[in-house]
């Protein structure tokens, strides 16, 4: 089913979606705003811009956008892929607590911010660029990964990564020598074992954008997770 969105409110789009019985693609989206909201085992395809809170409450499906994002894509979302072709906006993946988000450009500030596991769902992030400041802020589980394929000269993450991180787990295809992280994470150069245990999800990201696994995995990564002996979890957890 094809929606011509140019015009359409969002609660319009979002109507013809649900009531559709097949998959629907949306021809000029230009900033509306929850388009696949809280949908269930829908398959969006999106050519423009669609508006903030993309695929919020998604529990199931596959939303694919051909052009870049605003703010909050995936917000606490459950289930579902959300892929991007372009860049994302600040706030991507907000609170998610399982599904995967792959971006195959960059990512604004807050990227992963509240990112949570939750029973058996394990949240995944793939950025194929480079992010903004404050990546992971407040990680709770799941597992954010960052390649920077578009500009390995530049500096992977801004400023403050992995502020208030208690859970979860940061890979970044770097040496991360001039990234600076707070006490109460370590990060040490990924092992072999570390490396298989998001190589399912770097060739799904790869199947997507035509990269080669294998040329991404050639690159030592740096991984990211809580100290544990000196963990946020005080701050956050009564004794």
Known sequence: ??????????????????DSEESC?????????????????????????????????????????HGNTQDAVGDTMNEGRIIIHGNIGDAAGYA??????????????????????????VPVMVIGGRTGSFLGEYQAGGHIIVLNLSEPDKKIVGNFP??????????????????????????????HSDMEEIRES?????????????EILSVPFTVIEPDSSNPYRQLYVAN
């Open 1 to 18: 089913m094809i929606i011509h969105a140019e015009g359409l409110e969002p609660q319009a789009i979002n109507d013809m979606i649900r």
């Open 25 to 65: 693609t949306l021809e000029g989206c230009c900033g509306q705003r929850f388009i696949g909201a809280g949908m269930s085992d829908k398959d969006i395809e999106i050519h423009g811009i669609p508006g903030n809170a993309l695929g919020a409450y998604l529990n199931g499906g596959t939303v694919t956008v």
């Open 96 to 121: 998610m607590r399982g599904g995967k988000i792959f971006v195959e450009g960059n990512a604004g500030y807050r990227a992963g911010i509240h990112m949570k596991a939750y029973r058996d769902k």
């Open 162 to 191: 992995c502020t208030g991180m208690h859970g979860g787990r940061m890979y970044l295809r770097s040496d991360c020598k001039n990234v600076v992280f707070p006490d109460q994470v370590t990060a040490h150069p990924a092992t």
């Open 202 to 214: 770097l060739e799904e990201f790869c199947s997507y954008f035509h990269h080669d696994a294998e």
